[in-house]
């Protein structure tokens, strides 16, 4: 037993060493192109100098590295699995009885840690600074005015509505919205107030509403309620807990939020009308990364331990690199499937990492002890 650990533990090390090395590589090359491509659109703006190119392509990169992670570990462990199968060392080991279960042990928890501290303690990080490049990039690279430049400046949402029916619901629609400071101005603005059936009460026009200190503020507004005249204009105060930076949050990418705050936004969401769809995907995606690092390195130790008196050592490690890109393309599938609503969040998250590590496993049986 003491043997079998320290040569779990040995092989744990080769293979992290393997994967962080690809990892830094994988990011170092796929951040270059991004950068290249940063490059051609700042091209044509003057005001996009060299230094916020380098910045955003910078603030991208632990954003990179994260989807590049699960890559990593799969080109990683068919690397070092390789080197060792190669060296005999492993042959020696499963010769003298050694089982490979005992000794892929370490390598497995150590990717299934690695997915967790990616979860855990890199997607605040990389949140942050994603959110950051974003706004560097929506205001020197893009040719909109930025989150709120949606459906030709349109906005709809909708809200609790505690003034007249702590059950009831509001929905807002402006034809045209701008961010002043951390005010929210919206002009031509309509307030459909729903009791807790969605039945119609009230309606409001205003020509202008402010967001601002926990309230909407409706100018020259007139309500119409059924069976009484028109009100004259008059201005309206509308609770909400909307603020301006929670509205440009609901349509900013979902890997701007860490995996400690996406519960209490989806939440928000689901309050607001808002469609939380992708950020649930998101959520569930990242909670199911531990185990998708996992399966990559049971596939890469699958299609990398043949010996290689017995030939076909090529051929066996394309073919796992083939695998894990179809395990890409099918976690792909899935999470457009997820978006559209066709698969629920949950398994259009955890089905294709589920399924992979389900043929790893029967394919490590099958070499192991078929």
Not at 86 to 108: D, H, K, T, Y
Not at 204 to 217: S, T
Not at 312 to 325: K, L, Y
Request: hydrophobic share 50%.
């Amino acid at each position: 037993m003491p043997i079998a650990v320290t040569l779990s533990l040995y092989v744990a090390r080769v293979f992290m060493l393997a994967v962080l090395s690809m990892l830094a590589a994988l990011t170092g090359l796929v951040a270059l192109f991004d950068f290249i491509e940063l490059l051609r659109r700042s091209a044509t703006r003057p005001e996009a100098t060299f230094g916020i190119v380098s910045e955003i392509a910078a603030l991208r990169l632990p954003w990179v590295g994260m989807q590049i992670l699960p890559f990593a570990v799969l080109l990683g462990a068919i690397i070092a699995f390789w080197r060792l199968t190669r060296s005999s060392e492993l042959v020696v080991a499963r010769a003298a009885g050694v089982s490979a279960w005992q000794f892929l042990s370490a390598p497995i928890l150590g990717a299934i840690l690695l997915g967790a501290f990616a979860t855990a303690g890199v997607t605040p990080i990389s949140a942050v600074m994603r959110a950051r490049a974003e706004v560097l990039e929506d205001t020197y690279l893009s040719s909109g005015t930025g989150t709120l430049a949606l459906n030709g400046g349109q906005l709809w949402l909708r809200q609790s509505d505690r003034g007249l029916d702590a059950q009831g619901v509001a929905i807002v629609h402006a034809l045209s919205v701008a961010a002043k400071g951390k005010v929210l101005e919206g002009h031509d603005v309509s307030i459909f107030r729903l009791d807790g059936s969605d039945r119609p009460m009230q309606r409001i026009e205003a020509h202008v509403a402010r967001l601002a200190g926990g309230e909407w503020e409706l100018r020259d507004a007139r309500t119409v309620t059924a069976g009484h005249l028109q009100d004259a204009p008059r201005t309206i105060r509308l609770p909400t807990d909307l603020t301006l930076a929670r509205v440009q949050e609901s349509f900013a990418p979902p890997d701007t939020f860490s995996v400690w705050s996406l519960p209490g936004f989806i939440a928000l969401l689901d309050r607001s009308g808002f469609s939380s769809i992708r950020h649930r995907l998101h959520f569930q995606s990242l909670l199911a990364l531990p185990l998708l690092c996992g399966t990559m390195c049971l596939l890469g130790a699958g299609f990398s331990m043949r010996p290689q008196r017995r030939g076909g050592v090529a051929q066996m490690i394309g073919s796992g690199v083939a695998a894990g890109f179809a395990l890409f393309v099918v976690s792909k599938l899935a999470e457009e499937f997820g978006q559209s609503g066709a698969l629920p969040p949950l398994l259009a998250a955890w089905a294709p990492a589920a399924s992979g590590l389900m043929l790893s496993l029967a394919l490590l049986l099958h070499l192991e002890d078929g």
